[in-house]
């Protein structure tokens, strides 16, 4: 499916096959950026046209998840600026990032911990929160770097920063 787009006619068939398959990515990204459903739900669907907008640029020859996680992480942070610029004020924390913790878990420290790394990430800046998720996600250096467009000595340099102070902070 990765393969060549194919003929106009079922250029809508397609990406819309890979949305399906890959809508995973633009919900952690909308989950990570937004701090309620109504806004998440605003977001995902801003990725979504987003992607369908720069669909005919997309290159069959790279990665499908790449190109996405970009354009979801670029939208994302572009929605972010302009809150910010709209509401000068800071994120409440009171939410969660999105529900990790099962509320009935039997160890509070495990979801006090939880809490505390949803909050720090909350906290970082644009491009520090994407390389979290990204991170998170289990995603390698190279791709974290081809994604945020940023090299793989500048990743390892924020992923290393970033671990100390999560454990400073947390």
């Known amino acids: 499916m990765e393969g060549v787009i194919g003929s106009m006619d079922n250029t809508r068939q397609v990406f819309g096959e890979l949305l399906e398959r890959h809508r995973g990515i633009v919900f952690k990204v909308a989950n990570s950026y937004c701090r309620n459903a109504e806004d998440r739900a605003d977001l995902a669907q801003d990725i979504a046209v987003q992607?369908?907008?720069a669909w005919p640029s997309y290159d069959p020859a790279r990665s499908f998840t790449t190109w996405m996680y970009r354009i979801a992480l670029n939208v994302a942070i572009s929605s972010l600026r302009a809150s910010e610029t709209r509401e000068r004020a800071?994120?409440?924390?009171?939410?969660a990032l999105h529900d990790v913790a099962d509320a009935n878990a039997a160890d509070h420290e495990v979801d006090q911990q939880l809490r505390l790394l949803e909050r720090f990430?909350?906290?970082q800046p644009a491009l520090d929160r994407a390389l979290l998720l990204l991170y998170l996600?289990?995603?390698n250096q190279r791709e974290i770097g081809e994604i945020l467009g940023i090299s793989?000595?500048?990743v390892s340099t924020r992923i290393g920063r970033l671990k100390?102070?999560?454990?400073?902070?947390?």
């Open 51 to 53: 992607l369908w907008k």
């Open 90 to 95: 800071s994120l409440p924390l009171d939410e």
């Open 121 to 123: 990430i909350r906290r």
């Open 137 to 139: 996600d289990e995603r």
């Open 152 to 154: 793989e000595t500048n």
């Open 164 to 170: 100390q102070r999560i454990r400073e902070e947390i």
